[in-house]
Nanobody
Framework: QAHLVETGGGLAQPGGSLRLSCVSS????????MAWFRQGPGKEREFVAGINWSGRSTFYGDAVRGRFSISRDDTKSTVYLQMNGLKSEDTAVYFC?????????????????WGQGTQVTVSS
């Protein structure tokens, strides 16, 4: 399993932007599909966005499609989540996850490695 560390969370105003980063310590980062999940207060963890091993395929949850963008830089073993047009309902702990199979999965069991999470709060 790879060790994943998320950074970039914090407080943002509605309509604002944040960029999350997730760095992997794994030696085979380029083989992994990567994804972001989130868990809001009193809610179940949900899929936010995913990118396959090559970076050519991405997929987004309905709640964030058109506002968030996932990307990866294999030279830095890092996956990013650019969040624009933030809403109060985006408030959550955001988790980075990696799938050795290289394929985007919409559910948690598809992922082998998880980060500890980073808090994103959207409030005026």
């Amino acid at each position: 399993q790879a060790h994943l560390v998320e950074t970039g969370g914090g407080l943002a105003q509605p309509g604002g932007s944040l960029r999350l980063s997730c760095v992997s310590s794994g030696r085979t980062f380029g083989d992994f599909a990567m994804a972001w999940f989130r868990q809001g207060p009193g809610k179940e963890r949900e899929f936010v966005a995913g990118i396959n091993w090559s970076g050519r395929s991405t997929f987004y949850g309905d709640a964030v499609r058109g506002r968030f963008s996932i990307s990866r830089d294999d030279t830095k073993s890092t996956v990013y989540l650019q969040m624009n047009g933030l809403k109060s309902e985006d408030t959550a702990v955001y988790f980075c996850a990696g799938a050795r199979a290289g394929i985007i999965d919409l559910i948690e069991p598809g992922y082998d490695s998880w980060g500890q999470g980073t808090q994103v709060t959207v409030s005026s």
